[in-house]
């Protein structure tokens, strides 16, 4: 069970949201998006595994910030990179 060994997602007490609903590496470059995660270390909002880009995870290896929150409408949950956790909230 990953979730018992994640000291990450228990720490995280006030859920940063997304600023604006779009990626903030995706702008810059005219790419596309399908979801959308924020950065619950500096509130970065990036676009998810399904994008053609991956800026949340190539957010989260270059920068080490563990903890990703869904920033799609009606979802409630983060996900810890390094032990592979999901928890709702
Ligand atoms: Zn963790
Ligand atoms: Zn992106
Ligand atoms: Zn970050």
Known sequence: ???STCSHLKTI???KHA???ECDECVKIGGRWVHLRTCQECGATL???SSPNHHATGHARASGHPV???AEP???WLYC???DAFAEY
């Open 47 to 49: 676009c998810c595994d």
């Open 1 to 3: 069970m990953p979730d």
């Open 68 to 70: 990703i929150a869904s």
């Open 81 to 83: 990179y390094p032990h």
């Open 19 to 21: 600023k604006r609903r």
């Open 74 to 76: 009606g979802e409630r």
């Open 13 to 15: 007490e006030n859920i």
